[in-house]
Protein backbone atom coordinates (compact mmCIF):
# COMPACT_ATOMS: atom_id res chain seq x y z
CA UNK A 1 0.00 0.00 0.00
CA UNK A 2 1.29 3.15 -1.01
CA UNK A 3 0.87 6.61 1.00
CA UNK A 4 1.19 10.49 0.38
CA UNK A 5 0.21 12.80 2.99
CA UNK A 6 0.64 16.09 2.22
CA UNK A 7 1.56 19.48 4.29
CA UNK A 8 2.02 23.02 3.75
CA UNK A 9 -1.51 24.41 2.96
CA UNK A 10 -3.21 27.70 4.70
CA UNK A 11 -4.09 31.13 4.26
CA UNK A 12 -2.34 33.74 2.45
CA UNK A 13 -2.24 37.25 0.96
CA UNK A 14 -2.02 38.14 -2.26
CA UNK A 15 1.92 37.87 -3.65
CA UNK A 16 3.02 35.58 -0.49
CA UNK A 17 4.25 32.52 -0.72
CA UNK A 18 3.38 28.94 0.82
CA UNK A 19 5.31 25.81 0.49
CA UNK A 20 3.51 22.55 0.25
CA UNK A 21 4.92 19.30 0.84
CA UNK A 22 4.28 15.25 0.33
CA UNK A 23 5.94 12.34 1.73
CA UNK A 24 5.70 8.78 0.31
CA UNK A 25 5.36 6.04 2.68
CA UNK A 26 4.83 2.01 2.24
CA UNK A 27 5.95 -0.85 0.26
CA UNK A 28 6.97 0.08 -3.41
CA UNK A 29 9.61 -0.79 -5.90
CA UNK A 30 9.81 2.84 -7.21
CA UNK A 31 8.30 6.33 -7.92
CA UNK A 32 9.06 7.36 -11.51
CA UNK A 33 6.78 10.88 -11.11
CA UNK A 34 5.61 13.04 -8.68
CA UNK A 35 3.17 16.13 -8.68
CA UNK A 36 0.43 18.92 -7.45
CA UNK A 37 -2.58 19.08 -9.29
CA UNK A 38 -5.34 21.59 -7.64
CA UNK A 39 -9.11 21.68 -7.75
CA UNK A 40 -10.67 24.96 -6.65
CA UNK A 41 -14.97 25.07 -6.41
CA UNK A 42 -16.99 23.85 -9.29
CA UNK A 43 -14.04 23.35 -11.50
CA UNK A 44 -12.19 20.02 -13.10
CA UNK A 45 -8.84 19.19 -11.09
CA UNK A 46 -5.82 20.14 -13.17
CA UNK A 47 -2.16 20.00 -13.21
CA UNK A 48 -0.39 22.38 -11.47
CA UNK A 49 3.58 20.96 -11.89
CA UNK A 50 5.39 17.61 -12.09
CA UNK A 51 8.99 15.92 -11.94
CA UNK A 52 10.37 12.92 -12.52
CA UNK A 53 12.75 10.85 -11.06
CA UNK A 54 15.38 12.46 -13.03
CA UNK A 55 14.32 15.80 -12.05
CA UNK A 56 12.51 16.67 -15.19
CA UNK A 57 10.08 19.32 -14.71
CA UNK A 58 6.53 20.20 -16.40
CA UNK A 59 4.66 23.31 -15.14
CA UNK A 60 0.91 24.83 -15.50
CA UNK A 61 1.38 28.00 -18.39
CA UNK A 62 -0.36 29.66 -15.24
CA UNK A 63 2.06 28.55 -12.48
CA UNK A 64 5.08 29.35 -14.78
CA UNK A 65 7.89 31.45 -13.07
CA UNK A 66 6.36 31.53 -9.96
CA UNK A 67 5.67 28.14 -8.45
CA UNK A 68 9.05 25.16 -8.26
CA UNK A 69 9.01 21.90 -7.62
CA UNK A 70 11.47 19.77 -6.60
CA UNK A 71 11.87 16.13 -4.90
CA UNK A 72 14.26 14.46 -2.71
CA UNK A 73 14.40 10.54 -3.92
CA UNK A 74 15.94 9.19 -1.06
CA UNK A 75 13.61 10.62 1.06
CA UNK A 76 10.59 9.87 -1.36
CA UNK A 77 8.84 13.57 -0.93
CA UNK A 78 7.91 16.25 -3.47
CA UNK A 79 7.65 20.21 -2.54
CA UNK A 80 6.08 23.05 -3.94
CA UNK A 81 7.41 26.32 -3.77
CA UNK A 82 4.28 28.74 -4.70
CA UNK A 83 5.36 32.25 -4.80
CA UNK A 84 3.76 35.48 -5.69
CA UNK A 85 0.35 33.53 -5.01
CA UNK A 86 -2.40 34.92 -6.66
CA UNK A 87 -6.56 34.67 -5.51
CA UNK A 88 -6.82 32.19 -8.48
CA UNK A 89 -4.28 29.97 -6.80
CA UNK A 90 -6.66 29.07 -4.13
CA UNK A 91 -7.58 25.68 -4.31
CA UNK A 92 -7.34 22.20 -2.66
CA UNK A 93 -4.33 20.44 -3.61
CA UNK A 94 -3.59 16.88 -4.22
CA UNK A 95 -0.30 15.21 -4.40
CA UNK A 96 0.00 12.70 -6.97
CA UNK A 97 2.61 9.87 -7.74
CA UNK A 98 3.06 7.50 -10.32
CA UNK A 99 4.12 4.22 -8.80
CA UNK A 100 5.88 0.63 -9.49
CA UNK A 101 5.12 -1.36 -6.48
CA UNK A 102 7.18 -4.31 -8.10
CA UNK A 103 9.97 -4.59 -10.49
CA UNK A 104 7.65 -6.78 -12.66
CA UNK A 105 4.42 -4.35 -12.52
CA UNK A 106 3.98 -1.31 -14.69
CA UNK A 107 3.90 2.16 -12.89
CA UNK A 108 0.45 3.11 -12.07
CA UNK A 109 -0.64 6.82 -11.72
CA UNK A 110 -3.52 6.27 -9.33
CA UNK A 111 -2.06 7.31 -5.98
CA UNK A 112 -3.05 10.78 -4.16
CA UNK A 113 -2.75 12.43 -1.40
CA UNK A 114 -5.74 13.12 0.96
CA UNK A 115 -5.40 17.15 0.00
CA UNK A 116 -4.29 20.48 1.31
CA UNK A 117 -6.07 23.71 1.31
CA UNK A 118 -4.46 26.77 -0.13
CA UNK A 119 -6.87 30.16 0.22
CA UNK A 120 -5.01 33.22 -0.95
CA UNK A 121 -7.30 36.60 0.35
CA UNK A 122 -7.20 39.58 -2.45
Known amino acids: QVRLVESGGGLVEAGGSLRLSCAASGRFFSINAMGWYRQAPGKQRELVAT???????NYADSVKGRFTISRDNAKNTVLLQMDSLKPEDTAAYYC????????????????WGQGTQVTVSS
Open 51 to 57: ITSYGYT
Open 96 to 111: NAVVRTGWDTAPNGGY
